[in-house]
């Protein structure tokens, strides 16, 4: 059984979709996830991992933190630890905490990952072309991959771009990295 967030996540893919009039089988020509994978994430049957949530947000034109930001209770201005959503990648380990989630009236948000070792995460689409990033790594290394461009980074060095194309996020077999991504 799905976590509270996962079933209002699950609510709002399928909102998504019907919204723009799409069935499962256009969605799935979008978004190049099978039709039953998508069914059964809108039946909250299964969670989805990143890529698979990069792929939605992709269809939909809208960044992941937006998509997590529609199932969210509310904002408050001050956003207290235990209060900061926090997601899994159930197939990775991946977990992405929205430190200062988006907002009406705000073009920035923060969130910080933690990349397992031996992670890779692969985004074939930018959900939001030309965003501005700035990802800073808290701790152990990561190979960020940004238009066909390795950049290897470790604790203590930013990375700062304009999302237009694929991104890569790779870490070491034997070491994992802990980031902060800055959205603008």
């Not at 099978?34 to 989805?48: C, F, I, N, Q, Y």
């Not at 070491?172 to 991504?181: E, K, M, Q, T």
């Amino acid at each position: 059984m799905l976590d509270d967030l996962s079933n209002r996540l699950a609510n709002r893919l399928g909102e998504l979709r019907r919204a723009r009039g799409w069935s499962l089988d256009q969605l799935a020509d979008h978004s190049g996830i099978s039709r039953a994978t998508l069914s059964r994430m809108e039946k909250g049957d299964v969670s989805p991992t990143a890529e698979t949530l990069g792929r939605l947000c992709a269809a939909y034109g809208l960044p992941m933190s937006r998509l997590l930001m529609m199932v969210e209770d509310s904002f408050d201005p001050r956003v207290p630890f235990e209060r900061q959503p926090e997601w899994r990648d159930p197939e990775t380990g991946f977990i992405r905490r929205s430190v200062s989630p988006p907002a009406a009236g705000l073009s920035g948000e923060v969130m910080e990952g933690h990349l397992p070792p031996d992670t890779k995460i692969s985004y074939d689409t930018p959900p939001k072309p030309g965003q501005e990033h700035h990802l800073i790594v808290l701790d152990g290394a990561l190979n960020l991959t940004v238009d066909g461009v390795t950049h290897a980074l470790s604790g203590g060095d930013c990375l700062r771009y304009h999302l237009s194309g694929p991104t890569r996020f790779e870490t070491s077999p034997d070491r994992g990295a802990r980031y902060l991504l800055v959205l603008i």
